[in-house]
């Protein structure tokens, strides 16, 4: 393959990614969530959404996939820890740490379906 297929692909796969990325932010807002940050980054790693409804905020990574399962298989251990890392980092920085609650959800984005919102996946 050429380097430019790659290049297409690999745009193709993050324009996917950011477009997932938005419907999982429409779906929780039409939850009652606020959302805090979009592509929060640290040195240690970096979270997709921070979502806040009242006291609890949550930590999403969110998953472009053929179906649920492959979505939450595709979260592994290492990025688990990344993503926990970040959340440790944010929180850290909020002026009211003392008294949230926080959690770490997936959302799954398959092709015609609504959004999977599965909390406190890990």
Known sequence: MSAGGKLTRKRRSERKGRRAEWL??????????????????????EIDLVARKGDLIAFIEVK???????GVDSVSY????????????YISRQPDAERLSW????IVVSPWRWPVHLEDAF
């Open 24 to 45: 999982a932010a429409f779906a929780l807002m039409l939850k009652g969530y606020r959302i805090s940050a979009l592509r929060y980054k640290t040195p240690l790693g």
């Open 78 to 89: 290492a990025s688990q820890r990344r993503i926990r890392a970040a959340g440790d980092v």
């Open 103 to 106: 959690r770490f959800d997936i």
């Open 64 to 70: 472009a996939r053929r179906d649920l399962a492959a």
